[in-house]
Nanobody, 125 residues
Framework: VQLQASGGGLVQAGGSLRLSCAAS????????MGWFRQAPGKEREWVAT????????YYEDSMKGRFTISRNNAKNTVYLQMNSLKPEDTAVYYC???????????????????WGQGTPVTVSS
């Protein structure tokens, strides 16, 4: 499975970006998908996860109400809509596909087997 993330860029604080992650070469629709981010000098942190059907979503507390994860299984694509961006949201954002069709510890990087290459997001103040 190959994951291609896109949509990052430079935005002013308070602005919005929509990230996309297109999957190819394998099964997409039966697995959870997650977004993670990694700021310079920091560990990779979990952002959000969506279940295989898209009916259940999970968010890190600081992203609730600002970020929305969604998926289109017909297009093998998962999205992350980011609104009200803050300078502390600056990071490289990664999408990932779960290693199993159901995962309980969705916040953990080791629950995901396939990773995209990352797309950088910079929020200026």
């Amino acid at each position: 499975v190959q994951l291609q993330a896109s949509g990052g860029g430079l935005v002013q604080a308070g602005g919005s970006l929509r990230l996309s992650c297109a999957a190819s070469g394998g099964t997409f629709s039966n697995f959870y998908m997650g977004w993670f981010r990694q700021a310079p000098g920091k560990e990779r942190e979990w952002v959000a996860t969506i279940n295989w059907r898209g009916g259940t979503t999970y968010y890190e507390d600081s992203m609730k109400g600002r970020f929305t994860i969604s998926r289109n299984n017909a297009k093998n694509t998962v999205y992350l809509q980011m609104n009200s961006l803050k300078p502390e949201d600056t990071a490289v954002y990664y999408c990932a596909r779960s290693s199993a069709q159901y995962i309980g510890q969705y916040r953990s990087t080791n629950q995901y087997y396939y990773w995209g290459q990352g797309t950088p997001v910079t929020v200026s103040s």
